[in-house]
């Protein structure tokens, strides 16, 4: 993966652009408070300067996360950027792009959807169509997709389907030649600054571009910038404006009827060209709690990752003390204020696992011990198959277990992977070609049992072991299980070549 350095976003302290940092505080304190969130990056932008930024240890700035749908918002600017250059038509119908088997396609609905329907989700599908459109045609997905009769005409239903993402981004490779990546470096990301970024493909050579990107908070940042300016960057224009109009309004509605969906849901407000639009503003997210909220009321732009299973719960905290925090003019006499959160903000950390650092019957017993999932399987990740502690000094080098003084061996198969965790908070292993960055916090809770938490850098996902001496058993549970099953070992973490 390349990296390019981007220069620093414009920064200020949160009472010279009206935010008053008391309101930001309650909101981290709301984010830490809910059981069911763990917080890993915040950036609020205001004025078009950042006035906040914290990661919560052991995620840290520099480091690309998997962003899950939100992937679906860097998309839209690729194909916006190819409607400018004249490459793609909204109005063409998706099948033109693929004059390979346009004989193929014999339905009229299929053959009347258009580009512009599939970048809002108006296929005319009732439902979600990609678990359907890989069986039918794993080599072309877009063949499989096609295939499938849309249930109503194109352009008159709202459904979330990663089908029309997916061939979206298919005819933008196609028609450039180049992947989405590759398309979007030039016209997107070095302009904006942005560093490392890499996409999951399939097939390969062709980037997924409904999920797999992975980027960092400031990516995301400055994308929710360039959109609250109307496409335009330091005085040069990247998206046209009529695009980006375009782009963050609702097309089909996607309201359920109720009147608690419009009061209360986010995801009832509408949808545009893979935005979707908010109770406020309108925003890119990504499954399990990875956000670009754009708020033009208040010059305001949150990036936030982070892993929870309840969205909703975040955008409220959003609402509900970020909104009232935004002033129309400076706030004098807040120097105190600012320096309390900026000094909160550079300390934040994830909370280790409880637990005594050594075992209480002395590390003789543990020393070499292994384990094997309870009941003879682990239901939660199938595919690990064994835990082997091991115990050293903690005077080693920081090799590809962290160096600590107890070291995790989780057992794929036939591979093994080393994790080292210290007597307290966390150890982060940097892995090596083909396994993921982790951090580590373990603690024995009694003299027969350790519970560990691995958090798996690159991804939203965390996983929960416990071994028990007495037995020889562990069981294992993600927090949030990843969407797309992959190899524990090899495959949680960004692509590398």
């Known amino acids: 993966m390349g990296t390019h350095v981007g220069s620093s976003l414009?920064?200020?302290?949160?009472?010279?652009?009206?935010?008053?940092?008391?309101?930001?505080?309650?909101?981290?304190?709301?984010?830490?408070?809910?059981?069911?969130?763990?917080?890993?990056?915040?950036?609020?932008?205001?004025?078009?300067?950042?006035?906040?930024?914290?990661?919560?240890?052991?995620?840290?700035?520099?480091?690309p996360q998997l962003l899950y749908s939100l992937s679906k918002s860097f998309t839209s600017v690729a194909a916006g950027s190819a409607a400018a250059e004249g490459l793609i038509d909204l109005d063409a119908p998706v099948v033109s792009y693929f004059p390979e088997f346009e004989a193929e396609i014999t339905d009229q609905r299929s053959r009347s959807m258009l580009v512009r329907h599939i970048a809002s989700m108006a296929s005319g599908h009732e439902s979600e169509t990609w678990d359907r459109a890989v069986p039918a045609d794993r080599a072309e997905p877009v063949r499989g997709f096609l295939s499938l009769p849309p249930e109503r005409e194109p352009g008159t239903v709202f459904a979330y389907n990663q089908s029309c993402t997916y061939t979206?981004?298919?005819?933008?490779?196609?028609?450039?030649?180049?992947?989405?990546?590759?398309?979007?470096?030039?016209?997107?990301f070095d302009p904006l600054g942005i560093t490392e970024t890499?996409?999951?493909?399939?097939?390969?050579?062709?980037?997924?571009?409904?999920?797999?990107?992975?980027?960092?908070?400031?990516?995301?940042?400055?994308?929710?910038?360039?959109?609250?300016?109307?496409?335009?960057?330091?005085?040069?224009?990247?998206?046209?404006?009529?695009?980006?109009?375009?782009?963050?309004?609702?097309h089909v509605s996607n309201h359920d009827g109720t009147a608690e969906g419009a009061a209360d849901s986010d995801w009832q407000q509408g949808y545009g060209f893979q935005f979707w639009m908010s109770?406020?503003?309108?925003?890119?997210?990504?499954?399990?709690?990875?956000?670009?909220?754009?708020?033009?009321?208040?010059?305001?732009?949150?990036?936030?990752?982070?892993?929870?299973?309840?969205?909703?719960?975040?955008?409220?905290?959003?609402?509900?003390?970020?909104?009232?925090?935004?002033?129309?003019?400076?706030?004098?006499?807040?120097?105190?204020?600012?320096?309390?959160?900026?000094?909160?903000?550079?300390r934040l950390l994830l909370p280790p696992v409880a637990g005594r650092a050594a075992p209480l019957a002395g590390a003789g017993p543990w020393a070499g011990a292994r384990f094997v999932p309870e009941g003879g399987t682990c239901a939660h990740q199938p595919t690990l198959t064994e835990v082997t502690l091991r115990?050293?000094?903690?005077?080693?080098?920081?090799?590809?277990?962290?160096?600590?003084?107890?070291?995790?061996?989780?057992?794929?198969?036939?591979?093994?992977?080393?994790?080292?965790?210290?007597?307290?908070?966390?150890?982060?292993?940097?892995?090596?070609?083909?396994?993921?960055?982790?951090?580590?916090?373990?603690?024995?809770?009694?003299?027969?049992?350790?519970?560990?938490?691995?958090?798996?850098?690159?991804?939203?996902?965390?996983?929960?072991?416990?071994?028990v001496l007495r037995t020889g058993t562990f069981t294992a549970e993600w927090r949030t299980r990843p969407l797309h099953p992959r190899p524990l070992l090899h495959r949680m973490c960004a692509p590398r070549p």
């Open 168 to 188: 979206l981004g298919a005819i933008v490779q196609r028609v450039t030649g180049q992947s989405l990546t590759a398309y979007l470096r030039k016209r997107l």
């Open 279 to 346: 109770r406020h503003g309108f925003r890119g997210d990504g499954a399990y709690g990875q956000y670009c909220v754009i708020l033009p009321e208040y010059d305001a732009v949150l990036a936030l990752t982070s892993q929870t299973q309840d969205m909703q719960e975040v955008l409220d905290a959003v609402w509900r003390h970020l909104l009232p925090a935004f002033g129309d003019a400076p706030l004098p006499g807040r120097e105190a204020d600012d320096a309390s959160l900026r000094s909160r903000l550079s």
């Open 10 to 63: 414009p920064s200020s302290t949160p009472a010279a652009q009206g935010v008053d940092a008391r309101g930001v505080h309650a909101f981290l304190d709301a984010l830490e408070a809910a059981p069911g969130i763990d917080p890993h990056s915040v950036m609020l932008l205001r004025n078009g300067h950042l006035v906040a930024e914290g990661w919560w240890a052991p995620h840290t700035a520099d480091r």
């Open 198 to 250: 890499v996409w999951e493909q399939f097939p390969a050579g062709r980037d997924l571009g409904f999920s797999g990107m992975h980027a960092t908070t400031d990516a995301v940042a400055r994308l929710g910038q360039l959109h609250l300016q109307g496409g335009v960057w330091e005085g040069r224009r990247l998206l046209p404006a009529e695009w980006v109009a375009e782009a963050t309004r609702s």
């Open 391 to 467: 115990h050293r000094d903690g005077t080693g080098s920081s090799g590809d277990d962290g160096g600590a003084g107890w070291v995790l061996d989780l057992a794929e198969g036939g591979q093994r992977f080393g994790l080292g965790f210290g007597s307290d908070g966390w150890t982060t292993t940097e892995g090596g070609p083909g396994t993921p960055p982790c951090a580590v916090s373990a603690g024995w809770t009694d003299q027969d049992t350790l519970t560990a938490t691995v958090r798996f850098l690159e991804t939203p996902h965390s996983l929960d072991l416990r071994c």
